[in-house]
């Protein structure tokens, strides 16, 4: 049954695309566990573009689309697909770098088409590896040129992509090393050679490395994922091992093994030892032209010396009572040295005792350093208070400027109410004025009442009489009114 990739490829009319049968049959295998996910996805020499085009199509979820090719007429290629992005130059310089970071910041699949050449294979692992996101895919293609003289290669090429990558697989068993060696002193010829900037962190997480024919796929993991882990012991049924259920849980390094230090035999240590070997013996060799040419030259010499020896014989025997007669010298320095040496011994002690005492002052100046700080600390907390006094003043002057407001507020209110009052007592006075003019009224009233009530009082007293009259025709019409009068008093 044709795999998707491979049918995709196949029927692909677009821009032109040139794979091998074999990567093509495989990565759909490789792939498929990305195919449904939003991945970002760069491939390091294009071409005509059509391999991105593919990818665009099989990857249809991918949020990102990367292209990258050396040759400047890519600049002119056009894609319908806007996840596509085709970046020009250089796939090893610091500015393509930057514009791959620029449309994202992780790759999760890169596949390196490029120049297929040793050196550049190397040095693009080096700087995108890092770049690569957990649990993601570093396929290198081509690689049969890693065998070739023309892309620096060789079966026997130490420096050659196959050799790094077969290196890189050992790292991938790196807890079982031994040795002491880290796994960046490994590869240590590489980052000479080519000037990687790799570091150790950096090659924690190749979880493992799958070689196909012309392929490499390096699979990333994090580094805790990419250890032995510990030893797994099930089952009870033991007839042939003896307490084979203890090493449950134990790990590699509980093996005892013995360590074997066999740097020697590497490679790069051979070639290091064959190159100082070539550079002693050519130094032996100038040095041993050198030794000729001076013997040649010295032998004159030595006839010279010969006479200057017999010459310097005699000013020995010279020397020699020169030299008695500063031995007696020397003694009497000797004297004056011992003098001297009493008056260092001296010096000695009362350095010693100056000594003694600045340490005495050190620890004052410890101990009124510490006293500086603690009283660093207090202004510090004073300091604290006083703004939260600050503080609490400035919200205090805020409440009494609201009072103050109140206030006046209160004492516009006390103005209206003391005209009110003023009005008040104004109308108090006219009321009093006028219950004053009323009471005059009614006294005046009152002494016309008095008046009529006296004169009334005569008039009843006129009407009795008439009443007590023995004539009725008088009588009978008083009797009448009388009674009129007592209705209207008892009213």
Known sequence: MMNELRKLFLNHQGKISDKWSLYIND????????RDKKINLM?????NGGSLEVWSKYFSKAENIIGCDINEKCDNLEFDDPRISMITGDINSNDVEEKISNLCKELDILIDDGSHKSSDIIQSFSRYFKKVSDNGIYIIEDLHTSYWKEYEGGLYEPYSAMAFLKRLSDI???EHWRNGKYRIEYIAPYIKKYNLNLKEIDLYSIHSIEFINSLCIIYKS??????????LVVGSDEKITQDWKKLNGTSIQDTATQEKNDSHLDLFTLLDEEEKDKQTIQSLNAQLVEREQTIQSLNPQLVEKEQTIQALKTQLVEREQSIQSLNAQL????????????????KEQTIQSLNAQIVDKDQSIQSLNAQLAEKDKTIQSLNAQLAEKEQTIQSLNAQLAEKEQTIQSLNAQLAEKEQTIQSLNAQIVDKDQSIQSLNAQLAEKDKTIQSLNAQLAESQNEVLYYALSKSWRITRPLRKIMKLFRGKNND
């Open 222 to 231: 994090p580094p805790e994922n990419n250890s032995l882990g510990k030893r």
């Open 27 to 34: 990565w759909d295998q490789v792939f498929s566990p990305f």
């Open 43 to 47: 491939e390091i020499g294009v071409q």
């Open 331 to 346: 003694a009497e320095k000797d004297q004056s040295i011992q003098y001297l040496n009493a008056q260092l011994a001296e």
């Open 172 to 174: 991938v068993n790196f």
